[in-house]
């Protein structure tokens, strides 16, 4: 049974922190995912990575950063929070990129920005 | 422009009663297309896909989709809702890049 976690469920943070959120998955996945997710806006993707070390913008880079040293392993890392981050954070992982392959999510982690 | 619309922010049905989520997208060449279902505070999942074959697609909890390329339709239905179907209902497609294109979302409301 494929399974992805996610460091935190809920975070609150203040303005101005640097903020981790951590992804793992256990399934071998050679594709991971950031989305953000908010009310109206469906899921928006931030950063993906299709290998160790690898990694490509989405469609909402700015503010963020990643980070993939372990296969298993993709950070998501928020510079200096803002308010305008307050939103529900989905990691996922995909194998391969052909045909179609189905994305495995993780519980996802609710930020809070103060 | 490659995009996913569900027009509908919110669906109501009767316990018992068939339910019908709509989707239409706009993509390039064949698509590939994804339903996904998210329980409140709970990640993605996975329901069904279509990638090639039958346009009628089972998949989980007794779903189902029909691929309709003349209408550029992938409409999720089930032929008698619970009220544990209640949740949020995701539609995407693979977009050129690879990379998932999401609809923003249909609240389904299954009442006893």
């Known amino acids: 049974d494929v399974k992805v976690t996610q460091s935190s469920r809920y975070l609150v943070k203040r303005t101005g922190e640097k903020v981790f959120l951590e992804c793992v998955q256990d399934m071998d996945h050679e594709n991971m995912f950031w989305y953000r997710q908010d009310p109206g806006l469906g899921l928006r993707l931030i950063y993906f990575?299709?290998?160790?070390?690898?990694?490509e913008k989405g469609d909402i880079p700015e503010g963020y950063s990643v980070s993939r040293e372990k296969k298993e392993r993709f950070s998501l890392i928020l510079e200096s929070a803002s308010t305008n981050q307050t939103s529900m954070y989905l990691c996922?992982?995909?194998?391969?990129?052909?045909?179609?392959?189905?994305?495995?999510f993780g519980p996802g982690t609710r930020l809070l920005v103060l | 422009a490659q995009s996913v619309a569900q027009p509908e922010d919110q669906v109501n049905v009767a316990e018992g009663n068939p339910l019908t989520v709509k989707c239409t997208y706009s993509v390039s060449g064949n698509p590939y297309l994804f339903w996904y279902v998210q329980y409140p505070n709970r990640g993605l999942q996975f329901l069904l896909k279509?990638?090639?074959?039958d346009n009628l697609v089972k998949g989980s909890y007794g779903f189902e989709a029909e691929f309709n390329k003349s209408q550029t339709s992938f409409h999720l239905k089930k032929p008698s809702a619970l009220v544990s179907d209640s949740a949020l209902y995701f539609c995407a497609v693979r977009g050129s890049n690879y990379q998932l294109i999401w609809g923003a979302g249909t609240k389904l409301i299954i009442k006893p």
């Open positions: 990575s299709y290998d160790v070390k690898m990694k």
């Open positions: 996922a992982s995909r194998s391969g990129q052909t045909r179609g392959e189905t994305q495995y």
């Open positions: 279509y990638i090639t074959g």
